[in-house]
């Protein structure tokens, strides 16, 4: 089983970003797939949930809802999480969890 992130970056507040975390050796369709960050000197915390397969069901932590969108191709095994209207508050390292499985993570830096 493996889960690999990809597209994380420095940008400016009020950008955009889009990270992707492509999975490996394990039906991805049947599992939900979240994304998580940490940022610096607080503890991992859970950004955005998506459903299994069953349904196009979704979940957000409060600070991201309307600015974030998470979704999935199952075709892909690929999980994304669109980020628009990044804020400074934003920064940390993102990962990827599916089956029990955490990705290596990637870097967001929001600064101006």
């Known amino acids: 089983v493996r889960l690999v992130e990809s597209g994380g970056g420095l940008v400016q507040p009020g950008g955009s970003l889009r990270l992707s975390c492509a999975a490996s050796?394990?039906?991805?369709?049947?599992?939900?797939m979240s994304w998580y960050r940490q940022a610096p000197g607080k503890e991992r915390e859970l950004v955005a949930t998506?459903?299994?397969?069953?349904?196009?069901?979704?979940y957000y932590a409060d600070s991201v809802k309307g600015r974030f969108t998470i979704s999935r191709d199952n075709d892909k095994g690929t999980v994304y999480l669109q980020m628009n209207s990044l804020k400074l508050e934003d920064t940390g390292v993102y990962y990827c969890?599916?089956?029990?499985?955490w990705g290596q993570g990637t870097q967001v830096t929001v600064s101006s």
């Open positions: 969890r599916g089956l029990d499985v």
């Open positions: 998506t459903i299994s397969s069953a349904g196009s069901s979704t």
């Open positions: 050796g394990f039906s991805f369709s049947h599992y939900h």
